[in-house]
């Protein structure tokens, strides 16, 4: 009597052909990409919203719940910002940026914002300011104009962004991790993946 035998099904692992860990920052030139894309376009909204998340280097979920006054006083867009973070109760300060602070001056003139109102309001009747999972979508839209994978970008990419290139530039952990937010300096140090940069980075500095 022949035994039959089955042959066990493999299954296609979920994140073959996609990128796992952290997403990676943008460099100048897509930023500049998506700015002039934006300005070209004249959209108001999307240029203050892409602008100030590079600027402040905060969380989805801290941003959208910015109010014109957490970045303004009156109509007058503020040089810098305190706001407390949802996730870690702790209160981070941010740069405003002159080509921000004009960005959103633009953006609030056009949406006749008050102090009180959300920055970026959601156009659902449910929801007072766009969603996280609304901003993920809108910057996937913004990667895809200028040709990049969206599934390569997420919104922790322009969180990355502006402390990537701080932190190129001066090699001054502590100073990137207050930016951040972060109460550890490990957690700097795991986020911007630095240790392995270096590594590589003085491994190609030296020859043998």
């Known amino acids: 009597m ?16 996609k990128l ?22 004249n959209r108001l909204r999307d240029l203050a919203l892409f602008n100030l998340a590079i ?22 867009v503020l040089k810098r910002a305190i706001i407390m973070q949802q996730k ?3 209160p981070v300060q941010f740069e405003i940026m002159e080509q ?20 970026f309001k959601s156009r659902i009747h449910d929801s007072p300011h766009i969603s996280t ?7 996937k839209s913004w990667v895809e104009q200028i040709g990049l994978d969206p599934e390569d970008y997420v919104t ?18 502590r100073a990137v991790q207050l ?6 300096l490990e957690s700097t140090v795991r986020y911007l993946d630095i240790e392995v940069d270096d590594a590589l980075e003085m491994a190609e500095q030296t020859e043998v």
């Open 20 to 41: 796992t860990g952290q997403k990676p920052p943008f460099k100048l030139k897509e930023i500049w990409a998506i700015r002039v894309r934006l300005q070209i376009n």
């Open 179 to 184: 930016l951040l937010g972060h109460t550890k």
């Open 55 to 76: 600027d402040s280097k905060l969380r989805g979920c801290d941003l959208v719940k910015l109010k014109l006054k957490d970045v303004a006083h009156g109509n007058h």
């Open 88 to 90: 870690t109760h702790q």
């Open 156 to 173: 922790h990419s322009l969180r990355r962004t502006k402390a990537s290139l701080i932190y190129r530039r001066t090699k001054y952990l």
């Open 133 to 139: 999972k609304q901003y993920g979508r809108i910057v």
């Open 2 to 17: 022949q035994l039959l035998t089955h042959t066990p099904k493999t299954r296609t692992p979920w994140n073959k052909g």
């Open 100 to 119: 921000t602070r004009e960005s959103i001056t633009a953006w609030v003139d056009y949406a006749g914002l008050t102090s009180k109102d959300y920055l």
